[in-house]
């Protein structure tokens, strides 16, 4: 499924997981979560969820994907952010989740069952968040950051199996109605080294 998103290198991505509904608003994507959509496996909750929406590509090695979104979502589990994708079992979601009331910049790492890794950011609610994940040789380095602020590191990650895709993505576990601004979707070079 193409998404209008011309001129990103995203134009030729497909769905995984069509949302309710896209739409182009100039150089932004704008998607409306389907309700109960997640990426989820069996840790502490006992359920597999594998349904969230994500728009994917090739992930080559020696490259980063930069995806920046709109911070206006409030409800408990809202996300949005990138994910990188082996398979159903071999994955990595990141960004920023609601949790009990206050976003929080995070990471899901899974192979065969998950695990989630949060800090709080309450300061970025109403802030553009952009999420860095650099693949470099058997490494996911991720950074996000609000506004033009200073990059923070997230997590370091075993790379999925298989050859990945990445892109976009954003969930609505627990509603319907849930409407993510990405700002911009790119695909440009990986961080040099992990430490400055």
Same mark, same amino acid.
């Given at each position: 499924m193409r998404t209008g998103w011309a001129?990103?290198?995203?134009?030729?991505a497909h769905w995984l997981n069509p949302p309710v509904r896209t739409r182009a608003?100039?150089?932004?994507?704008?998607?409306?979560?389907?309700?109960?959509?997640?990426f989820w496996r069996v840790t502490a909750y006992g359920f597999v969820h594998d349904d969230g929406?994500?728009?994917?590509?090739?992930?080559?090695?020696?490259?980063?994907?930069?995806?920046?979104f709109k911070l206006d979502f409030d409800r408990q589990f809202d996300q949005a952010g990138v994910l990188v994708r082996g398979d159903?079992?071999?994955?990595?979601?990141?960004?920023?989740?609601?949790?009990?009331? @206050?976003?929080?910049?995070? &990471? %899901?790492? #899974?192979h065969g069952r998950s695990d989630w890794s949060v800090a709080p950011v309450p300061?970025?609610?109403?802030?553009d968040v952009t999420v860095r994940v650099s693949r470099a040789g058997d490494a996911l380095t991720v950074r996000a950051r609000s506004?033009?602020?200073?990059?923070?590191?997230?997590?370091?990650?075993?790379?999925?199996?298989?050859?990945?895709?990445a892109g976009p993505y954003c969930c609505a576990p627990t509603r319907a109605g849930l409407? @993510?601004?990405?700002?911009? &979707? %790119?695909? #440009?070079?990986?961080?040099?080294?992990?430490?400055?």
């Open positions: 001129g990103t290198d995203w134009a030729e608003d100039g150089s932004e994507l704008i998607v409306e979560a389907r309700e109960s959509s997640d929406h994500a728009l994917l590509r090739p992930f080559p090695d020696g490259s980063a994907v930069e995806v920046t159903e079992e071999h994955w990595v979601k990141t960004g920023v989740e609601v949790s009990d009331g @206050v976003p929080q910049l995070g &990471a %899901v790492v #899974t300061g970025w609610s109403g802030r506004d033009a602020g200073s990059w923070q590191l997230v997590r370091v990650a075993p790379l999925p199996l298989g050859d990945p895709l409407v @993510v601004r990405f700002r911009s &979707a %790119v695909l #440009t070079a990986a961080d040099a080294s992990l430490h400055p």
